[in-house]
Nanobody, 119 residues
């Protein structure tokens, strides 16, 4: 299973970006999907997650500015980020808990995509 993330880039303070992450490979089903971020010198933190049924959960730091969604037919998770701030600058990683057979599941991570917000 591979997760391919895209959509990062450089944006000005107050701007918007949409990240995408597609899972491919031997997939029976996907449980939770989500986005995490890691700023230089800091730990990786949860940004947003979404259950297989579409229930989202957001970190307090991004509530009201970020929307997570998924397309189960495409095994893809999205992160729409609005009103971006310089403190949102980080490498963003997508995550998926993939059930690759009826009895086995595993956590997979994407390669990371850099989001830079200039002031």
């Amino acid at each position: 299973v591979q997760l391919q993330a895209s959509g990062g880039g450089l944006v000005q303070d107050g701007g918007s970006l949409r990240l995408s992450c597609a899972a491919s490979g031997s997939i029976f089903s996907i449980n939770d999907m989500g986005w995490y971020r890691q700023a230089p010198g800091k730990e990786r933190d949860m940004v947003a997650t979404i259950s297989s049924g579409g229930m989202p959960d957001y970190a307090d730091a991004v509530k009201g500015r970020v929307t997570i969604s998924r397309d189960n037919a495409k095994n893809t998770v999205y992160l729409q980020m609005n009103n971006l701030k310089p403190e949102d600058t980080a490498v963003y990683y997508c995550h998926a808990n993939v059930r690759w057979s009826p009895n086995y599941e595993h956590d997979f991570w994407g390669q990371g995509t850099l989001v830079t917000v200039s002031s």
